[in-house]
């Protein structure tokens, strides 16, 4: 079987590697020519833990093919993923100018049956689009062809995407022809083989999926974020709230900790898109509005402690920051709460010294030279006037505090991410503050 899949980003890239392992031969098309030539030196453009094998281990047995044509890519083409961006347009909803491109290129090209599958996150009635951009160009051709078109999302997770691809806990597939499930029957029968299920719908509701399972994760980030702000202000602690909670297996335990606001190339643009939809539908989503609004304010609440600390001056201070990536285990640094601070740090007069394990590239890529970068975590503290925890890799929870005492101007400490113990960091001497549990009366 011969698949191809247009966009090789997180998304097209991941997906594509995972098909072929499973022996599929997959066509990875991009159009950044870069991008593809550096994908056939074996040079893997984003960092994602296990990628860089799996694609070499599938390019060796001749699965995975990368190109620039995606013509090239229909010849025996059985179907075709588009995985492009679709990043918000000026009033929030979702661009589908890279979709649709795709789209009509598909239909200038195609010359046998096939299925046009939607995987990047797209709002409802776009598969239509789709159907129609596609129909379009084979109309000017006069050609004859049929094709079907289907909606698929993803619902990886940077940083663990090979697993949630290979082992997914579901695949939701939105069909309205028996041919065409068939075929994505067939394409995912390899990842089934764990029991976990494929769900099939209408196109509508699978495209909806998408937006409400990203909105939902959303809401319970913002709804903790909300209820450890009044963790500070009553003197409760939001991990203890957390496991009080969690253990209520109708809430669940995961995804509930608090933090400075969740960013990311998903979160933030799918929530504003779904606020988009139920406007465009005059049905206003006010509980996604709030939840904006809430992250929307909570990127802040990191700095705000910052400058109350220093009484609302931080002119000239250096503030090292411990992470830059939106969460760990990525080098994504799309809509990162560390952007939003950096900004408020230099706006403030202060300069910033930040260290991350892997997104200092991306990081430079974004922000230039207007911050420094440090080779490990202490160079960025030394000399600092305060530390800030903005990610929380694993390499960052247990630092050698005696070490920081000593290199640090000033020994204060703001937790973004609640990696640390009062006690611990409070036996050395600093100042620590974090989120929801800055009254740790109940010990
Ligand atoms: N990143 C994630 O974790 C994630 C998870 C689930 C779903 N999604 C969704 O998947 C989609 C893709 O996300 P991503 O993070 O992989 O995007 P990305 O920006 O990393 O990659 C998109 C790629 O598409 C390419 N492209 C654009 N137009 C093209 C065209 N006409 N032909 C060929 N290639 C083209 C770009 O050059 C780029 O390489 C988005 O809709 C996103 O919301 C992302």
Same mark, same amino acid.
């Given at each position: 079987?011969? +698949?191809? %899949?247009v966009?090789? !980003?997180?998304?097209? #890239? =991941? ?5 072929? $392992?499973?022996?599929?031969? *997959? ?16 040079? +893997?453009? %984003?960092?994602?833990? !296990?990628?860089?094998? #799996? =694609? ?5 047995? $001749?699965?995975?093919?990368? *190109?620039?044509?995606l013509a ?29 491109e795709v789209a009509r290129e598909i239909g200038r090209n ?23 951009a596609c129909?379009?160009e ?306």
């Amino acid at each position: 079987m011969k +698949i191809s %899949i247009v966009g090789t !980003g997180y998304v097209g #890239l =991941v997906s594509g590697a995972c098909f072929a $392992e499973t022996g599929i031969h *997959t066509t990875c098309v991009d159009i950044n020519k870069k991008k593809i030539s550096k994908l056939k030196q074996g040079i +893997i453009p %984003i960092y994602e833990p !296990g990628l860089d094998d #799996l =694609v070499e281990n599938n390019v060796k047995k $001749e699965r995975l093919l990368f *190109t620039t044509s995606l013509a090239e890519s229909l010849t025996d083409c059985l179907a075709i993923f588009i995985a492009v961006g679709t990043p918000p347009d000026e009033d929030g909803s979702a661009d589908l100018k890279y979709v649709l491109e795709v789209a009509r290129e598909i239909g200038r090209n195609i010359t046998d049956y096939i299925v046009i599958i939607t995987k990047s996150t797209v709002p409802i009635g776009t598969a239509e689009k789709v159907r129609k951009a596609c129909q379009e160009e084979l109309d000017k051709r006069g050609a004859a062809i049929e094709f079907d078109v289907a909606s698929n999302p993803e619902f990886l997770k940077e940083g663990a995407a090979i697993a949630d691809f290979l082992r997914p806990e579901r695949i939701v597939i939105g069909v309205d022809s028996p041919r065409a499930k068939g075929v994505l029957e067939k394409i995912y029968k390899p990842f089934l083989l764990n029991g976990h299920p494929i769900i099939f719908m209408n196109i509508a509701s699978s495209e909806l999926t998408k937006y409400a399972a990203n909105s939902m994760l959303a809401t319970r980030i913002s709804f903790m974020n909300d209820i450890a702000n009044l963790c500070d202000i009553v003197g409760g602690d939001i991990n203890m709230v957390r496991k009080g909670i969690g253990a209520d297996s109708r809430i669940g335990n995961k995804f509930l900790y608090a933090g400075i606001g969740y960013g990311g190339s998903c979160f933030p643009k799918d929530v504003k898109a779904l606020i988009k939809t139920g406007k465009d539908y005059n049905h206003p989503l006010t509980l996604l509005e709030a939840v904006e609004t809430i992250n929307d304010a909570q990127k802040a609440v990191l700095f705000n402690k910052l400058l109350h600390y220093f009484k609302g001056n931080i002119s000239g201070k250096k503030i090292a920051l411990w992470g830059l990536s939106f969460k760990p285990n990525t080098d994504d640094m799309r809509e990162a709460p560390a952007l939003t601070l950096i900004e408020k740090i230099q706006q403030a007069g202060g300069s910033v010294s930040a260290y991350d394990p892997v997104a200092t590239e991306e990081a430079r890529r974004i922000l230039g030279d207007s911050i420094e970068y440090a080779n490990d975590q202490y160079e960025a503290a030394n000399n600092a006037d305060a530390l800030l925890i903005v990610t929380e890799w694993r390499e960052f929870r247990m630092p050698h505090f005696d070490v920081l005492t000593k290199i640090m101007k000033h020994k204060a400490i703001f937790d973004g991410r609640n990696i640390f113990e009062h006690e611990d960091v409070l036996e050395h001497g600093f100042h620590y503050e974090c989120i929801g549990r800055n009254n740790n009366s109940y010990i």
